[in-house]
């Protein structure tokens, strides 16, 4: 899977929200584009992200 | 005093800016998402810039511990920052249309408040309320295009502010790094800064830079 430009190997598919909790993510922090869609935080749990998918996650911190 | 007239100040910028691009901002319609360090620096340098329609929300009033790096006065403290930016906006611009929304931003509420804006400038102060704005109008929003802010606390250098294309209408401006809970506090420099990259990335989109 292509992830923020790196590619990685997923072995099988994995959720959205498993994803961002094995790779240290706050989900609620978060937004997650997949295949070049946004995919919805009501969503993280059920939808499977797989090796030939291509995933940004942008991380936002607080100030503004 | 020398009278400004629409004619003269739209004379003014043609000739700085060319009547192409002139034009191309006055028929423009903006959203800014939160009136705050970044949303009121972003609001002036658009209005400056010629954008012909801003639509500003946020629910909040201008506070005494804003002044350190928000665009507001003193004589402004307990007023609407949605109202006080507007009367601020339009001595720069007396002919800018301006749509005030003083109320909380909500997934319920978004698309209805910037559905006639192109662009709009993600200016919130939590994580969570930025996520939320962007998964909102990404999803709600088909054509619109958030430039955001996340990264400007602290006095690390302001070279680490850049603006990215990090999503297909996502462009996001900041150090990616600089939470405001971590570094302590926003100073007025390095927050200018950061809504000084969204109001130009808005500027580029504008004139067909999208890149």
Redesign the interface.
């Known amino acids: 899977m292509k992830w923020n430009g790196k590619q990685i190997t997923l072995e099988t598919p994995v959720t959205v929200l498993e994803f961002l909790q094995q790779q240290g993510y706050n989900a609620q922090r978060v937004a997650v584009e997949r295949n070049g869609e946004i995919v919805r935080r009501s969503d993280f749990e059920k939808e499977l992200l797989r090796d030939e998918d291509t995933v940004e996650v942008v991380t936002f911190v607080g100030g503004g | 005093m020398e009278n400004v007239t629409k004619q003269t100040l739209y004379q003014a910028r043609v000739e700085r800016h060319g009547e192409v691009a002139v034009q191309k901002m006055q028929s423009a319609c903006v959203g800014i998402a ?1 009136l ?4 009121s620096h972003i609001a002036l340098s658009l209005a400056r810039m010629g954008v012909g329609k801003l639509v500003l929300a946020d629910f909040d009033r201008v506070d005494v511990t804003n002044l350190h790096r928000q665009q507001y006065f003193t004589e402004q403290v307990g007023l609407l920052k949605a109202e006080a930016l507007a009367d601020t906006l339009r001595k720069i611009d007396p002919w800018i249309q301006l749509e005030l929304h003083p109320v909380r931003l909500t997934p319920e509420n978004i698309s209805t408040i910037f559905g006639s804006c192109s662009i709009i400038c993600e ?6 309320e ?2 939320m704005l ?2 909102t109008v ?2 709600k929003l088909p054509h619109t295009v958030v430039v ?6 602290g006095t690390v250098s302001v070279n680490e502010i850049q603006t990215r294309k ?3 209408r ?1 462009y ?1 401006c ?1 150090d ?6 971590e ?1 302590g506090s ?1 100073f007025a420099s390095r ?1 200018a800064v950061c809504a000084g990259h969204q109001a130009h990335m808005v500027l580029r989109l504008l004139l067909g830079e999208a890149e």
């Open positions: 939160g705050g360090g970044l949303g200016a919130f102060d939590k994580a969570e930025k996520a962007l998964e990404l999803t955001s802010g996340s990264g400007m606390a990090a999503m297909k996502l996001l900041g990616g790094e600089t939470d405001v809970a570094y926003l927050v």
